[in-house]
């Protein structure tokens, strides 16, 4: 009778060798994987707030909630200002059990490191959210002093859904880059004058930038209610974001 032989060094070495190199092959295949099924949560999460929106559209005559920036108005589309619960946006009663994780971008791993405390990740294209009249602003302001508080009145005609040119080139809403984000409102006009409002290209990790207006994609919505992953570069274009017919806020 023979004794059974065991695995002598070499070969253990050889079976841990094969090992770490097939996990060497199949982790960045793995990763790759992980962060496309976030970037379709992503988009999903964007599709059905910009359906919400297109229901509110339905109630409110065709108007658009207030663009949620720190000035706190009832009707914002997000509520995040202190003093506010996420149930509080314009938004939750068409989002069924409406929760933060609706609002944030599965791959978002900053957000408690956004400018002024804003834990959340979209934001919304302030030309087609109501505009405000912020020239002349309510008086009063918030005991801590960091917030106006009351209703600004909106802008002289407001935009409706109908005044918008091609709903399904605009953009609403965007997944916005953690290094520009500083509340509920996107405004790409002001990026070539201070570097902010840059939709967010975390998904798209070979061209990673903060930065580069010109570097990578991201996640957007449009008015008419679909989501895609597009070029960073488009959403700076004025074509992209400006909603109006004819001139357009842009420039007034």
Not at 217 to 241: I, L, P
Request: with cysteine.
């Amino acid at each position: 009778m023979h004794r059974r032989r065991g695995f002598t060094l070499v070969e253990l070495l050889v079976v841990i060798g094969i090992i770490a190199l097939l996990i060497s092959i199949l982790l960045p295949a793995l990763n790759r994987a992980m962060e496309a099924a976030k970037s379709v949560k992503c988009l999903s999460n964007l599709r059905q707030l910009s359906l919400a929106v297109v229901m509110y559209n339905n109630e409110n005559r065709g108007h658009y909630p207030a663009p949620a920036i720190a000035a706190i108005q009832p009707d914002d589309w997000l509520s995040w200002q202190p003093g506010t619960k996420i149930t509080d946006s314009a938004l939750s009663k068409y989002l069924g059990k409406a929760s933060p994780e609706m609002f944030q971008c599965p791959t978002d791993s900053e957000l408690q490191g956004h400018a002024n405390g804003y834990i959340y990740s979209y934001t919304a294209n302030w030309m087609i959210f109501e505009p405000r009249n912020y020239n002349n602003p309510p008086t009063f302001v918030s005991p801590n002093g960091r917030y106006t508080v009351g209703d600004l009145s909106r802008e002289n005609p407001t935009l409706k859904n109908t005044d918008v040119r091609s709903p399904d080139h605009v953009i609403m809403l965007v997944d916005e880059s953690s290094q520009t984000i500083d509340d509920g409102c996107w405004a790409p006009q002001h990026y070539f004058t201070d570097g902010h409002n840059l939709l967010s290209n975390r998904h798209d990790k070979r061209s990673e930038s903060s930065t580069d207006p010109n570097a990578g994609r991201g996640n957007a919505s449009f008015c008419d209610g679909h989501a895609e992953f597009m070029q960073r570069k488009d959403s700076v274009d004025k074509t992209y974001f400006d909603p109006r017919k004819n001139g357009g806020w842009y420039d007034q």
